[in-house]
């Protein structure tokens, strides 16, 4: 198996996807247009920063857009402003 070394920036791309996700959560009952982008280009960042987390940084992209998705919907449905 080929290790590979631990990085500061992959501490921060993890602290990055576990802050994508929360606000990927938040979105969903909380104004879904301004949160759910923010946690896309966070999760992206993310993304970009990692080596060693590269699952948990694509589950934050999924899930940040799938919660733009839902939370746009909900907000339709739901009658409620979207900003």
């Not at 694509?58 to 739901?78: N, T």
Request: net charge positive.
């Amino acid at each position: 198996m080929n290790a590979v070394p631990h990085r500061r920036s992959d501490t921060v791309a993890g602290f990055l996807c576990a802050f994508s996700l929360a606000l990927s959560g938040i979105a969903l009952v909380r104004q879904p247009a301004l949160l759910a982008p923010v946690a896309v280009l966070v999760a992206l960042v993310a993304t970009r920063m990692t080596v060693t987390y590269r699952r948990l940084a694509a589950v934050a992209v999924a899930v940040s857009g799938l919660a733009f998705l839902v939370g746009m919907s909900i907000a339709v449905w739901a009658d409620v402003s979207l900003f």
